[in-house]
């Protein structure tokens, strides 16, 4: 059975930080590109970031405040979230993709607001 258990979101001021898990089972972790997305109120769920063997990738909007990475060894990806601004603020869930099989977590939430 596969679960991806996001954990580390919260209540955070604006230009405090936090840092997000993602903890996979029952999957091969390091054979999988792993995501963070996000999905604000009233909007669609939107990319935030990858990390594959190429490496990562950001969504614009995130660059050089977020960095995503991953502990093959614990199976655990992970996102910093600093500077955060409260359009920052959405329900994050974690993906893991890998040919035909892609997973999602559950989601957790994260609010910026003073």
């Known amino acids: 059975q596969v679960q991806l258990v996001e954990s580390g979101g919260g209540l955070v001021q604006p230009g405090g930080s936090l840092r997000l898990s993602c903890a996979a089972s029952g999957i091969s972790f390091s054979n999988y590109a792993m995501s963070w997305y996000r999905q604000a109120p009233g909007k669609e769920r939107a990319l935030v970031a990858s990390?594959?063997?190429?490496?990562?990738n950001y969504d614009e909007s995130v660059k050089g405040r977020f960095t995503i990475s991953r502990d093959n060894a614990k199976s655990t990806l992970y996102l910093l979230m600093n500077s955060l601004k409260p359009e920052d603020t959405a329900v994050y869930y974690c993906t893991a993709r890998w040919v035909l099989s892609n997973y999602w977590g559950q989601g957790t939430q994260v609010t910026v607001s003073s």
């Open positions: 990390i594959t063997r190429a490496g990562t």
